[in-house]
């Protein structure tokens, strides 16, 4: 979800740039930056998605666990129930 927001905001800010900045928008603008706006959504659903969930994940034999393994208390404060596993 993260990565399909971060894109709709990359492609806003490229489409608005080139509607109200022309100019500078044909002046500036590089090939480069075409494929820094679509590794960028890439990255954040990464950043935001894999890495928590990969760290609070456990497999314990003979449980199915629903939601992901916290190992402090505060961790589970700032993760919560966002990373549930249904099965």
């Keep these: 979800m993260n990565a399909a927001k971060t894109g709709l905001v990359v492609i806003t800010l490229e489409r608005y740039f080139k509607v109200v900045h022309a100019v500078v928008h044909r002046k500036y603008y590089r090939r480069w930056m075409t494929k820094v706006g679509v590794a960028v959504p890439w990255f954040t659903g ?40 249904l099965l």
């Design 46 to 85: 990464c950043c935001t998605f894999i890495i928590p969930a990969s760290l609070s994940a456990r497999a314990v034999p003979g449980h199915c666990p629903m939601m992901g393994f916290w190992p402090t208390k505060d961790g589970e404060k700032v993760g919560g129930e966002r990373y549930t596993v």
